[in-house]
Nanobody
Framework: QVQLVESGGGLVQAGGSLRLSCVAS????????MGWYRQAPGKQRELVAA???????NYTDSVKGRFTISRDSAKNTVFLQMNSLKPEDSAVYYC??????????????WGQGTQVTVSS
């Protein structure tokens, strides 16, 4: 059984910063990738940033230069540093992990989400 627990969301003024954290726990053999998605009211869930096992990262265009994804592999933890926040960044942010619980058992897991609200 795998759990993803996010923390770090909250209310911030435009131009401010927040740092999200996500810890994966349980029976984890290896992690292929971890990422952050977000979903605003009335919109589809979208990928914000992801980091794969080799360390490569990718970002959606709207956050490039403002957000940074990083990880602590030893602690199965991924971070999202969000700077220069804009009201349009407001959403529920979800942690996602593509991982193996055994050599031949691969699955995709989600956290419960953390609210980020940016006031103008």
């Amino acid at each position: 059984q795998v759990q993803l627990v996010e923390s770090g969301g909250g209310l911030v003024q435009a131009g401010g910063s927040l740092r999200l954290s996500c810890v994966a726990s349980g029976t984890i053999f290896s992690i292929n990738a971890m990422g952050w998605y977000r979903q605003a009211p009335g919109k589809q869930r979208e990928l914000v940033a992801a980091i794969i096992s080799g360390g490569s990262t990718n970002y959606t265009d709207s956050v490039k230069g403002r957000f940074t994804i990083s990880r602590d592999s030893a602690k199965n933890t991924v971070f999202l540093q969000m700077n220069s926040l804009k009201p349009e960044d407001s959403a529920v942010y979800y942690c996602n992990a593509d991982l193996r619980t055994a050599v031949l058992r691969r699955g995709n897991y989600w956290g419960q989400g953390t609210q980020v609200t940016v006031s103008s």
